[in-house]
């Protein structure tokens, strides 16, 4: 009896050679170095691409297993003259990330402090300093205490930076340095309307960059004949020392390398797939962790995208031929990138086709003539300033089109995306009859409906430093408790869209201390909100009434006994009943019912003011006060017989929390969990169907 048969049809295998083999073996090597599980896929895609699969595989795992990034001693102490480039030093072998507020900038330093790990994601939708620093071979972050300077470093590429910004405003200039260069650092909000605009991609140097410049070089130097192709090929190298060896650029450059040296030995170009895939294998190759980096994921998959949709899908000849082509060559890139996108950003631009139609004849003119200006200086700034400014009024007016939101997607949510995707593709190639492509990608969908039927009832401690913000679900509608300093808002905002949270139903201030409502101005700027409680503490000129109110948000300053009907469960005040004495005795103590089993949350109220509850019994309590000495007194824990003790608390001078709350809290039996140790906390209570 015959083995198993590979089940592509013969069109689709014929576009597939060793460099696609080598690159998808090198995807798994890379990826089972983090998940050994995905070497299980190996078996199955063998009898498809055979020797180049393995060979990259082997290659990969091997090089990864044999020449791991070393962990630095972590908690030594180090004190000495380092060079600070692009962010880092090079101490014993280790390269090492500076950590220090304000950032500093390249150059000699005389530096003093201690080496931790790299963070993980401390809240929903945070940032992941682990997988991005272990993405760039770095597993060290050097705290610095203190900086002394003491000598610039030498940058070789200012002087074309310097040309480039001749003769142009400071706005054009901004624009200018993300195309040319990739340097977003003085873009701010402009850069968050680009990404609105969806044509973020244009600031960060990919295959577009690389195209533009190739194209204009090979047109410019036609007499040469094929002579072109090598001097284009020799500008690569200088383009990536001048902008930086980003992931995206490094496989632009490689992918249009082979191409071009395929044109000046008379091969012919390379195909997009092969050089996509030997492109890649290489990359991983020389740094299997960079498969971690968001910029590569992005690069690969939307060239992946446009070089297996793009072709199957029909367009009419002349002018209405390409817009047509310009508009489906922006659809078959974000088709790949549409779940990652929405998990790492959380929207996805619905305008996005449009954006790019109108803003790529802009960027094919900017791209080639800036990195001319980096020669000729102020020439060419008559021309490029309203073109950049042209971009620029584009992005600003497309940033206020539509969005579609989405909250952070697990890995079955990414596999069910695909495995739906994959059907459809291959109707489109005429692989498979459209009717059984729809009713196979109905599948993952209806599973994924499925798996997002039941509504959670949970409550999430988030990691805002030293302060308080909880979210509560509550089976469909939301409470967000507090949050954190007014320098936390935008991390508050993005765990509320990390969590799928587009609306409030309530916003609660418990009292009118930054390190509690700080946060919550942002969140009154950034999500829709049904109604807001506030304690009685707060004055009515006070910035938050203010902001609440001009936003029309209706305000209640409620007391003891106020009762509210929130999704599946109920949000009760048990304290104050009424004004008090001073800010933490008219905090707000809340009782959330999770359709059974309850949470008691006591703001920042003093032992006092906890000898007078009487909560029922319940199953977590939010600790007062960070763990303040005066927080959570016996008696409190004796009625209320918590299981769980959330403590909101970050590095502080005060010593929260002590170690008498601690040791009382173990003494009751309680399980505590801090923000400071733990990153955010979550609590699931179980499910409202």
């Known amino acids: 009896m015959s083995g198993p048969r590979a089940v592509f049809p013969k069109p689709l295998l014929s576009t597939w050679g060793p460099g696609v083999g080598l690159g998808l073996g090198g995807l798994l090597g890379a990826w089972g170095l983090f998940h050994p599980w995905v070497l299980l896929l190996a078996p199955f895609l063998l009898p498809l691409l055979r020797l180049p699969l393995a060979f990259g595989l082997v290659l990969v795992l091997l090089r990864g297993l044999l020449f791991p990034v070393p962990e630095p001693p972590y908690g030594t102490r180090l004190e000495g003259v380092f060079t600070l480039h692009q962010g880092t030093i090079l101490w014993q072998g ?43 071979g770095i597993r060290g972050v050097f705290h610095v205490e203190r900086a002394e300077p003491l000598a610039p470093l030498p940058d070789p590429r200012a002087p074309f930076r310097a040309r480039l910004a001749q003769g142009l405003s400071p706005p054009a200039l901004e624009v200018l340095e993300g195309l040319v260069l990739g340097d977003k650092r ?19 140097l990919s295959g577009l960059h690389v195209g533009f410049l190739v194209a204009s070089l090979v047109f410019l130097l036609t007499p040469l004949g094929r002579w072109r192709y090598l001097l284009a090929l020799l500008a690569l190298p200088f383009y990536l020392w001048l902008a930086g ?35 890649l294998f290489l990359q991983l190759l020389w740094w299997p962790a960079s498969l971690l980096s968001l910029s590569l994921q992005l690069s690969y ?3 992946a995208g446009i070089a297996l949709l793009l072709p199957a899908l029909p367009r009419p000849q002349g002018a209405r031929g390409y817009l047509t082509g310009a508009l489906l060559t922006s659809l078959a890139a974000q088709v790949p990138l549409v779940p990652l996108l929405l998990d790492r950003f959380g929207f996805l631009p619905l305008l996005s086709p449009l954006s790019n139609l109108l803003a790529l004849p802009l960027a094919s003119l900017l791209v080639p003539l800036g990195f001319l200006k980096l020669f000729l200086g102020g020439l060419l700034a008559p021309l490029l300033e309203p073109l950049a400014r042209a971009l620029l009024l584009l992005a600003q007016a497309a940033s206020r089109g539509p969005l579609l939101s989405w909250g952070e997607i697990s890995p079955l949510g990414f596999a069910l995306y695909y495995l739906g995707l994959f059907p459809l593709a291959l109707a489109l190639h005429r692989l498979l009859p459209w009717r059984k492509a729809l009713l196979l990608a109905s599948l993952p ?31 469909g509608a939301e409470v967000l408790v507090d949050g954190g300093r007014p320098e936390q808002g935008e991390k508050v905002v993005r765990a509320l869209r990390a969590l799928g949270v587009e609306a409030l139903e309530v916003l609660v201030a418990t009292h009118p201390d930054a390190d509690h409502h700080g946060g919550l101005l942002k969140v009154a700027e950034e999500v829709p909100i049904g109604l807001a409680l506030l304690s009685p503490a707060f004055p009515k000129e006070h910035p938050l ?48 019912d999770f359709a059974g089993p309850k949470a008691l949350l006591l703001a920042d109220v003093p032992a006092e003011v906890e000898k007078r509850l009487s909560p029922p019994r319940v199953a977590v309590v939010k600790v007062s006060h960070h763990g303040s000495r005066t927080s959570t007194e ?56």
């Not at 039927?453 to 302060?467: M, T």
């Open 94 to 136: 280790h390269r090492l990330w500076v950590q220090h507020y304000p950032g500093l900038e390249d150059g000699r330093y005389r530096l003093r402090g201690y080496l931790a790990p790299p963070q993980g994601k401390r809240n929903p939708g945070g940032f992941d300093q682990r997988t991005w620093l272990l993405s760039r």
């Open 301 to 303: 998959l939307a060239v």
């Open 186 to 204: 003085e873009l701010e909000d402009t850069y968050a309307q680009f990404q609105k605009a969806g044509i973020a991609h244009l600031l960060a």
């Open 634 to 689: 016996a008696g409190l824990l004796e009625r209320a017989r918590p299981q769980v003790a959330l403590i909101g608390v970050g590095r502080n001078p005060h010593g929260h929390p002590y170690p008498e709350v601690l040791k009382r809290l173990a003494h009751h039996g309680v399980k505590v969990y801090r923000t400071d140790q733990n990153g955010a906390v979550r609590v699931l209570f179980g499910y409202a169907w």
């Open 445 to 475: 969908l209806l599973v994924s409906l499925l798996a997002s039927w039941p509504k959670p009832l949970d409550l999430f401690a988030l990691d805002v430093g030293q302060g308080d913000a909880l979210l509560a679900r509550l089976g």
């Open 545 to 592: 009434v203010q902001a609440l109110q001009s936003r029309k948000v209706p305000i209640l300053f409620p007391g003891t006994g106020t009762r509210l009907r929130v999704g599946k469960g109920s949000l009760e005040v048990l304290w104050p009943p009424g004004p008090q004495a001073d800010d933490n005795q008219s905090g707000l103590v809340l009782l959330l």
């Open 245 to 279: 060896p980003s992931p995206s650029l490094v496989r632009a450059s490689l992918m249009a390398g082979l191409s071009l040296l395929g044109l000046f030995l008379g091969l012919g170009a390379a195909g997009v797939l092969q050089a996509l895939g030997l492109a």
